[in-house]
């Protein structure tokens, strides 16, 4: 795991400038839906999944740094958490939450190395 949840880490496979969305998120456990937007914003990197059926109408925020593997090829995006991790993450509103510093945060420890995967320090 990357010290900054919020970067691509070097052996994603990330090509910078490329468009990721479309691309199918597959959680360790299961895909989780598609990607409708994403950042590749230095210190700021994310991505904003349409999880579909699977959380009917929800959109969920994954920092860059959870990104295990992106396969070109088929269009998918591999994350290294579960489907429940990613389902108790802090619920994400568009409107509310993109550009958020203090969502951002919360979000970062949820995710980060501070905490274990899925749960919040105590």
């Known amino acids: 795991m990357s010290d900054n949840v919020w ?3 070097e052996t994603s496979g990330r090509t910078a400038g490329a468009d990721l ?3 199918k998120v597959e959680a ?3 895909s989780i839906g598609k990607v409708d937007k994403h950042s590749d914003e230095v210190g700021s990197s994310y991505l904003v999944v349409d999880t579909g059926p699977w959380i009917f ?3 969920v925020l994954l920092p860059a740094g959870t990104i295990s593997r992106i396969d070109v090829e088929e269009r998918k995006i591999h994350v290294d958490r579960t489907k429940e991790q990613i389902k108790n ?4 509103h568009r409107d509310k939450h993109l ?3 203090g969502y951002n945060e ?3 420890t949820y995710y980060g190395t501070g905490a274990p995967f899925g749960g ?3």
């Open 7 to 9: 970067g691509y880490r």
């Open 21 to 23: 969305t479309g691309y």
């Open 99 to 101: 550009g958020d510093a």
């Open 57 to 59: 109408g929800k959109e």
């Open 106 to 108: 919360e979000l970062g």
């Open 28 to 30: 360790s456990d299961g």
């Open 89 to 92: 993450a802090p619920e994400f």
């Open 120 to 122: 919040r320090p105590a």
